[in-house]
């Protein structure tokens, strides 16, 4: 039987900031106002979003491929693991990197840099094979002057743009404190405006900053007055204005040649005009942009994140490569590897997930280069599926090559320290996973608070609650079995596949939401599988959105490719049917975990005797 819904509780209202009751809209029309990722949560798949698959114009195409020949050709000049025991990058190379344009690969053409889409510089990030020159270059642009791109202003622009796009300046990216790090509102450095107001002095400490000893320019951030409480303001902060110390490098697990370090600021003079941000188009700075500060924190690793995907993609076809080589050579029992079920799966599974990372990665830069709403949580959704693919990839290429894989003479075990920190930086896997789901439920918890506060009072617009409830009977008896626009004929059950666990999927959060109401954002391991189910559902339309254009195109690689897409659906398939499974199920069981974490938070130690009887002292 059809169940109408219940009114949501005014608190949840409020808690996802709907003040007035609008126009209902059908969860069809509310998705063509945001992202495709979050049409999802409506249970909608926005099809004119995400088909056909976005594609570079063929003068892109052209540009790329004159730039990214040569970044190939000196990358396999340069000794990683050369680097890695020195903890340095020769200035040779870094030299090197500055001829190719790689410090500027997305500043203006009339600004000294390269001028490319995201696109372009995430098909460019592919190819630093190097993790501490990854790092180091990203670091630099990505997020480093990335304030100054996104927000600032023309004359911030003009006077600090060309010296970083030649890299004869480099730029940070100056957040995380000790008490601070995925909370950027808790930061303590202070900056405190002068009698004058003519400047800010600067005071406080940072850590783990990329680039930080390097830097001749950073964004920083600090917490500044407005009107009598404390705002966190973005500042663009030169090394020459005095008082900015480094500390020494860090000793790290993995991308050792990379520059992290402490950063010190002590009465540190900044001119207003370096505040960046505020005012009506983002970009005014001064004063205006004082306390707007998260903003462009957000606005910055939000427009940064697709390129950790897309890294990640170029890193996995690199591996597949050279474990592929090792598995059809090496002979075992009088076998290649390559002949053995349990290899066949790993490189079956290896390449199902490039495939994935990959269509992901290009379909969210083709979405922000052609201008779609905000796609922070498409963004996100590559970081983490590409981060934590690539960790596992390179897991389980050195179990191919098996003791070769684990000696330094092979570079699989620097990869493995290398990589193990996407998961953590530009926000952990964790807080992303929060800010996926939540985003995600925000949107469908705007439009369900309006068909509550309908049903409420039905008198307000009978003829929308009519075709509310018209609507979901059409669904319950899934009566709407209208193919997706643009997916191949090939592809058409990954296509039905896609919309059915979609709309469950929008059921699921409806159902949590009338469950929980504004509290839903204290269930995190709820939120978890929402977020993980929705990773999927992205990754099964950029897979399938990919292989329809390749198969329509009849590209050279189109069969095999309908063949990733067909069983990666099903996969993908499957997980999210397991965690919308978890979202109903697992609840008490969660409880029980939390009392066990609990006990052990509580003891601060492992609590069961030993099992010899021979305990520790």
């Not at 020459?240 to 490098?249: A, H, K």
């Not at 979901?472 to 643009?486: A, F, S, V, W």
């Amino acid at each position: 039987m059809l169940r109408l819904p219940r009114v949501i509780p005014r608190a949840a209202v409020r808690a996802f900031g709907t003040k007035e009751v609008p126009k209902l809209k059908s969860a069809e029309e509310a998705s063509k106002g945001v992202s495709y990722s979050r049409g999802l949560f409506l249970g909608v798949n926005n099809a004119k979003l995400a088909f056909p698959y976005p594609k570079l114009s063929d003068d892109e195409i052209s540009t790329l491929q004159m730039l990214v020949d040569p970044v190939i050709k000196t990358f396999e000049t340069i000794d990683g693991r050369k680097i890695d025991e020195t903890k340095t990058i020769p200035e040779d190379t870094m030299n090197n990197l500055r001829e190719l344009g790689l410090f500027g690969l997305q500043i203006p053409e009339d600004l000294n840099g390269l001028g490319l889409s995201n696109t372009g510089y995430a098909r460019v990030c592919e190819e630093l094979r190097d993790g501490s020159i990854a790092v180091t270059l990203m670091a630099h642009q990505s997020i480093g002057l990335k304030g100054i791109l996104l927000n600032g202003n023309e004359e911030q622009k003009q006077k600090y743009l060309p010296k970083l796009a030649t890299g004869e300046q480099m730029a940070a990216f100056v957040l995380t404190e000790p008490s601070s790090g995925s909370d950027a509102q808790s930061i303590q450095t202070r900056a405190v405006l002068s009698e004058d107001k003519t400047h800010f002095i600067l005071n406080g400490g940072k850590i783990w900053i990329s680039n930080g000893g390097w830097a001749e320019v950073m964004t920083v951030f600090a917490q500044t007055n407005v009107d009598g409480k404390d705002k966190v303001t973005a500042f663009i902060v030169e090394r020459g204005f005095g008082g900015v110390t480094s500390g020494p490098p860090e000793d790290k697990l993995g991308i050792r040649g990379s520059n992290t370090c402490q950063v010190f600021f002590d009465n540190v003079k900044i001119p207003v005009e370096n505040v960046l941000g505020g005012g009506p188009d983002g970009k005014t700075g001064g004063m205006a942009g004082v306390g707007h500060g998260f903003k462009v924190a957000m606005n910055i690793l939000n427009n940064g994140r697709f390129g950790i995907g897309a890294t990640s993609g170029g890193n996995l076809r690199h591996i597949i490569k050279m474990a592929a080589e090792h598995a059809t050579t090496r002979k075992q029992f009088g076998s290649t590897l390559s002949s053995f079920g349990l290899i066949k799966e790993k490189f079956g599974h290896l390449t199902l997930q490039t495939y994935a990372i990959e269509s992901m990665a290009y379909m969210t830069t083709g979405m922000i280069d052609r201008g779609d709403p905000f796609c922070e949580i498409e963004a996100a959704m590559c970081k983490v599926y590409g981060s934590e693919a690539l960790f596992n990839g390179v897991n389980e290429a050195i179990q191919v090559m098996g003791g070769t894989g684990f000696m330094k003479d092979w570079p699989f075990e620097r990869y493995m320290r290398d990589s193990r920190i996407l998961s953590i930086f530009e926000g952990t896997n964790e807080i992303l996973r929060m800010l996926i789901a939540l985003s995600g439920v925000k949107t469908a918890g705007e439009r369900l608070s309006v068909v509550g506060s309908l049903f409420k009072n039905p008198f307000q617009d009978p003829a929308a609650i009519t075709s509310e409830i018209t609507d979901r009977i059409q669904k319950k008896l899934n009566l709407k079995k209208t193919p997706l626009e643009g997916v191949h004929p090939n592809l058409k059950a990954s296509g039905e596949l896609l919309q059915q666990r979609t709309q469950e999927f929008g059921e699921i959060i409806e159902t949590l939401l009338r469950k929980h109401g504004k509290n839903i954002i204290h269930e995190q391991l709820q939120m978890k599988r929402v977020a993980d189910a929705a990773i999927h559902l992205f990754a099964m339309t950029a897979t399938i959105s990919r292989a329809s254009t390749a198969l329509s195109a009849n590209t050279p690689t189109a069969a095999h490719e309908q063949a990733l897409a067909q069983l990666y659906a099903e996969y993908a398939s499957d997980r999210v049917l397991a965690e919308l499974r978890g979202i109903r199920t697992q609840k008490k069981k969660d409880e029980r975990l939390f009392a066990i974490a609990d006990q052990v938070f509580k003891e601060a130690k492992y609590i069961p005797s030993h099992p010899t009887g021979v305990n520790s002292s």
